[in-house]
C-alpha cells in the first residue's frame, strides 16, 4: 500500500460546479501539506501550501487538513475549462524536504 | 522569467545506452530534487542535493542510476544500461532553502523512452 493514495479519476464537473479532490495518507510524521496542478507535458505547479491541521483559502481554492484521520482536501469553487489538469497532493515531513506525492486526479471541467 | 529548466525535453535511447539528464535549477536555490513520473502516475523521490552534496540518494532504483551536481548550481541525472522500465518523466525542483518553508519549482520535465 503506498503512503498517500488518491482517487485517479477521471472527475468530470459542468463549468461553475465546486470540485472537490481528497488525498489519504498513513505516514503522521507529515506536516507539510501541499496541492499541486499538472498540466499535460508540463512540471506541477504549487496551488496550495499548507502547515499541519487547519484550512486555508486563496481565491478560489480551498485546502483542508485532517491530521487525527490523515485526510486532505481541496476544494475549487466556481470551476473554468482552464482548470482541467492533474491535480497532485504532496506531503513532507519537515520544511524543505523531499515530498511524497500522490498519484494525481484527473480533472475535466465542461463548458 | 527564469524558472527550472530542463535538457533534453525528450529522449528516445536504445536499451543498453547511457543517458544524461541536465537541470538548471533557479539561480541561488541551495536545494534540488530529482523525481520521476511514470505515465499516470505522481512523481516519486530520487534524490536531494544540498548545494554539492548529495544528502539524500534513498530513492535511486538502483546502481546504474546516479547524480550529481558538482558545483552547487547545474544537476546531471546519469542513467547507464537504459532498461524498457527506466522510461518516464525526469523532473527536477529546486527551492531556495533547507528547513524553510517554501515551495519547490519544478521544471517541464525530460520524456525518456527507451526502446
Known amino acids: 500500500q503506498k503512503e498517500v493514495e488518491q482517487d485517479p479519476g477521471p472527475l468530470s464537473v459542468p463549468e461553475g460546479a465546486i470540485v472537490s479532490l481528497n488525498c489519504t495518507y498513513s505516514?503522521?510524521?507529515?506536516?507539510?501539506f501541499m496541492w499541486y496542478r499538472q498540466y499535460s507535458r508540463k512540471g506541477p505547479e504549487l496551488l496550495m501550501y499548507?502547515?499541519?491541521?487547519g484550512n486555508k483559502e486563496d481565491g478560489r481554492f480551498t485546502a483542508q487538513v485532517d491530521k487525527s484521520s490523515k485526510y486532505i482536501s481541496l476544494f475549487i469553487r466556481d470551476s473554468q475549462p482552464s482548470d482541467s489538469a492533474t491535480y497532485l497532493c504532496a506531503m513532507s515531513e519537515a520544511a524543505g524536504n523531499k515530498l511524497t506525492f500522490g498519484g494525481g486526479t484527473r480533472v475535466l471541467v465542461k463548458p | 522569467g527564469a524558472g527550472v529548466s530542463q535538457s533534453p525535453r525528450y529522449k528516445v535511447a536504445k536499451r543498453g545506452q547511457d543517458v544524461a539528464l541536465r537541470c538548471d535549477p533557479i539561480?541561488?536555490?541551495?536545494?534540488l530534487f530529482w523525481y520521476q513520473q511514470a505515465l499516470g502516475q505522481g512523481p516519486e523521490f530520487l534524490t536531494y542535493f544540498q548545494n554539492e552534496a548529495q544528502l539524500d540518494k534513498s530513492g535511486l532504483p538502483s546502481d546504474r542510476f546516479f547524480a550529481e551536481r558538482p558545483e552547487g548550481s547545474v544537476s546531471t541525472l546519469k542513467i547507464q544500461r537504459t532498461q524498457q522500465e527506466d522510461s518516464a518523466v525526469y523532473l527536477c525542483?529546486?527551492?531556495?532553502?533547507?528547513?524553510?518553508?517554501?515551495?519547490?519549482?519544478f521544471g517541464p520535465g525530460t520524456r525518456l523512452t527507451v526502446t
Open positions: 539561480s541561488g536555490h541551495v536545494s
Open positions: 499548507t502547515y499541519s491541521s
Open positions: 505516514n503522521s510524521a507529515f506536516q507539510y
Open positions: 525542483a529546486s527551492s531556495f532553502a533547507p528547513q524553510v518553508p517554501g515551495e519547490q519549482y
